[in-house]
T-cell receptor, first 115, second 111 residues
Framework: NAGVTQTPKFRILKIGQSMTLQCTQD?????MYWYRQDPGMGLKLIYY???????DKGEVPNGYNVSRSTTEDFPLRLELAAPSQTSVYFC??????????????FGNGTRLTVT | KNEVEQSPQNLTAQEGEFITINCSYS?????LHWLQQHPGGGIVSLFM???GKKKHGRLIATINIQEKHSSLHITASHPRDSAVYIC?????????????FGTGTLLAVQP
C-alpha cells in the first residue's frame, strides 16, 4: 500500500492564482482530512470528509474548497491565493471503526508559498 | 491558553539518555495521539491511547485521565530519534473528527 499520497511537494503561487492540492489514499478509509501547519502553531483542520460525497468545514476553511467524489481522492482547492495561505498542508485519513478511535495516516505534506 | 500544552518546546539530549516529553490538556478527551514529524516533514502516528500505557520498541506512552496529562518516553535515545513530537487530543463530546494539536516538542539527540 502506498498509504496517503500528496502532490505536489512544493509549489510557489502568485497572489490571485489558483491551484489544487491532490490527495489520494489506497487504504479504503472513509475519513479524510486537510490540515495546515504554520510555524509555532499546531495543525489546524481546514476541511474533512466522512465519506464520498460528504464534506464539512473545519476550523479554518476560508479561502479553500474541497470535493470528495470517490473514497480515494480528496483534493483541496485554493481559488484566489493569498499570502496568508503560505503554509505546509497535510492530508490525512483514518478508518471508520464504530465506537473506536483509529490512528491517523498522513501524507508527506505540500509546502506552499504565495508571493 | 492553548487547550493542549506540550513541554518542553525544545529538548537537546545526548545519545543514550532517557527522554520525557509532556502533554497537558484542558478538555475531556476520548483519545490522545502522539505523532512524530521528521525533518523531511512527514508525520507518523506513534501511539493512540485512552488510558494506561503503551509500549513500542524504545517508546513508551502513558496517560493519566484524571490529571489530564500524558507523557512520551524514549529509552536509550539515538540521533535518529531527532524529530518534532506532537501531541493531539480528540475531545469527548465534540465533533468526532476534531483533533486539537499541540505545537510540538523539537528533540535533538546528539551523538
Amino acid at each position: 500500500n502506498a498509504g496517503v499520497t500528496q502532490t505536489p511537494k512544493f509549489r510557489i503561487l502568485k497572489i490571485g492564482q489558483s491551484m489544487t492540492l491532490q490527495c489520494t489514499q489506497d487504504m479504503n478509509h472513509n475519513y479524510m482530512y486537510w490540515y495546515r501547519q504554520d510555524p509555532g502553531m499546531g495543525l489546524k483542520l481546514i476541511y474533512y470528509s466522512v465519506g464520498a460525497g460528504i464534506t464539512d468545514k473545519g476550523e479554518v476553511p476560508n479561502g479553500y474548497n474541497v470535493s470528495r467524489s470517490t473514497t480515494e481522492d480528496f483534493p483541496l482547492r485554493l481559488e484566489l491565493a493569498a499570502p496568508s495561505q503560505t503554509s505546509v498542508y497535510f492530508c490525512a485519513s483514518r478508518a471508520q471503526e464504530a465506537g473506536k478511535n483509529s490512528p491517523l495516516h498522513f501524507g508527506n505534506g505540500t509546502r506552499l508559498t504565495v508571493t | 491558553k492553548n487547550e493542549v500544552e506540550q513541554s518542553p518546546q525544545n529538548l537537546t539530549a545526548q545519545e543514550g539518555e532517557f527522554i520525557t516529553i509532556n502533554c497537558s490538556y484542558s478538555v475531556g478527551i476520548s483519545a490522545l495521539h502522539w505523532l512524530q514529524q521528521h525533518p523531511g516533514g512527514g508525520i507518523v502516528s506513534l501511539f493512540m491511547l485512552s488510558s494506561g500505557k503503551k509500549k513500542h520498541g524504545r517508546l513508551i506512552a502513558t496517560i493519566n485521565i484524571q490529571e489530564k496529562h500524558s507523557s512520551l518516553h524514549i529509552t536509550a535515545s539515538h540521533p535518529r530519534d531527532s524529530a518534532v513530537y506532537i501531541c493531539a487530543v480528540r475531545w469527548r463530546g465534540g465533533a468526532t473528527n476534531k483533533l486539537i494539536f499541540g505545537t510540538g516538542t523539537l528533540l535533538a539527540v546528539q551523538p
